[in-house]
């Protein structure tokens, strides 16, 4: 049962990270908002629209998030009762397959966007456009910083995982 203990300490863990999304998310949309309310300058009205949508997709993700983990949560204790070897090979073959996206998608394809907006920002002189650029640049960021510390947490889990198979 310490294992059922130490996936639900886990899930609990990405729930938090969710709620972490949602506030980003909301802090993005309130921006938004103020840029609506107070911008003066075609710079400040151009970050508008972008920002907005960085926002609701943060707060999508976030909830998505948070409801996929909160009812895994519940069948953990289930699945375990009913084949406890079962459920940590599938939990070790699950792990594995989210730390490889991590690493690919994480590591490789949000640093890599980072970077072509920075260099965008650079060439192209558009308002709407450098505002674009700044917001994937804060959005890559925020879902980059929350990734590398799921990254984390699940590899450890994962690690106690296979500590109870030897």
């Excluded at 049962?1 to 729930?15: F, H, P, Q, S, T």
């Excluded at 998608?105 to 072509?116: N, S």
């Amino acid at each position: 049962m310490e294992i059922v203990k130490l996936a639900v300490e886990w899930a609990k863990d990405e729930v938090l990270s969710s709620k972490i999304f949602i506030l980003f998310g909301i802090l993005f949309i309130i921006t938004s908002v103020g840029f609506w309310q107070l911008g003066k300058t075609e710079v400040a009205r151009a970050f508008i629209y972008p920002v907005l949508i960085a926002g609701i997709l943060l707060l999508a993700a976030g909830v998505s998030f948070y409801f996929s983990n909160k009812s895994r949560v519940s069948n953990f204790k289930t699945e375990y009762k009913a084949n406890p070897s079962g459920f940590i090979s599938s939990e070790i073959k699950r792990t594995e397959k989210t730390i490889n996206e991590y690493r690919n998608t994480a590591f490789k394809v949000f640093p890599v966007i980072i970077a072509i907006a920075a260099i965008t920002i650079i060439f192209i002189d558009k308002p709407i456009w450098r505002a674009i650029c700044i917001t994937v640049i804060a959005f890559m960021t925020i879902l980059l910083w929350i990734d590398s510390n799921a990254l984390s947490r699940i590899e450890t889990y994962q690690n106690e995982l296979k500590s109870t198979v030897k």
